[in-house]
T-cell receptor, first 111, second 113 residues
Framework: QKEVEQDPGPLSVPEGAIVSLNCTYS??????FMWYRQYSRKGPELLMY????GNKEDGRFTAQVDKSSKYISLFIRDSQPSDSATYLC???????????FGTGTRLKVLA | EPEVTQTPSHQVTQMGQEVILRCVPI?????FYWYRQILGQKVEFLVS????????KSEIFDDQFSVERPDGSNFTLKIRSTKLEDSAMYFC???????????FGAGSRLTVL
């Protein structure tokens, strides 16, 4: 079983739709969870950071962590064509400096 | 806004040559990283660096690779005797003390011919 799993997509949605992106993980020690956005041939750009369980909201973005299910989600409201990118989840735990990334989900928002 | 700067943006080299990729992390950050992304694949951890020494490395980071902080601002990744499979985007990242959030540079694309 992979440590972090993410559906690669592509996921195509119409402009204005609510987008749900997800990652599952196998290591119950993970407690730091991040979502990054990556445009083609660019570096990952941090969108959201969550520690342990719960929800966090920032503008159109909401991150959710369900540690009991080992499942994290990123919701994008009122999606825009400029949101078209690859979305990467990343996670880590205390005692390591290493962040493990999912494979990324490619999102296309159609105008 | 502070950013991580990487040079060169693209380097083409012949197989067997040595390359040095350079990074200027954000000035008050204390943890430095190199990640690699082969085209179409996931972002993979290579190495982390703290307090002038390697704090953790992956199985990818073998004797072919080395990192150095030659002065107070630069952080370099050296790849010796490059192979075709070293072709990838190499990302530098940094993190401040007390925050578990990585800031990435734009990447250096390495093409080995």
């Amino acid at each position: 079983q992979k440590e972090v799993e993410q559906d690669p997509g592509p996921l195509s949605v119409p402009e204005g739709a609510i987008v749900s992106l997800n990652c599952t993980y196998s290591n119950s020690a993970f407690q730091y969870f991040m979502w990054y956005r990556q445009y083609s041939r660019k570096g990952p750009e941090l969108l959201m950071y969550t520690y342990s369980s719960g929800n966090k909201e920032d503008g159109r973005f909401t991150a959710q962590v369900d540690k009991s299910s080992k499942y994290i989600s990123l919701f994008i409201r009122d999606s825009q064509p400029s949101d078209s990118a690859t979305y990467l989840c990343a996670m880590s735990y205390s005692g390591t400096y290493k962040y493990i990334f999912g494979t990324g989900t490619r999102l296309k928002v159609l105008a | 806004e502070p950013e991580v700067t990487q040079t060169p943006s693209h380097q083409v080299t012949q197989m067997g040559q040595e390359v040095i990729l350079r990074c200027v992390p954000i000035s008050n950050h204390l943890y430095f990283y190199w990640y690699r992304q082969i085209l179409g694949q996931k972002v993979e951890f290579l190495v982390s660096f703290y307090n002038n020494e390697i704090s953790e490395k992956s199985e990818i980071f073998d004797d072919q690779f080395s990192v150095e902080r030659p002065d107070g601002s630069n952080f370099t990744l050296k790849i010796r005797s490059t192979k075709l499979e070293d072709s990838a985007m190499y990302f530098c990242a940094s993190m401040p003390s007390g925050a578990n959030v990585l800031t990435f540079g734009a990447g250096s694309r390495l093409t080995v011919l």
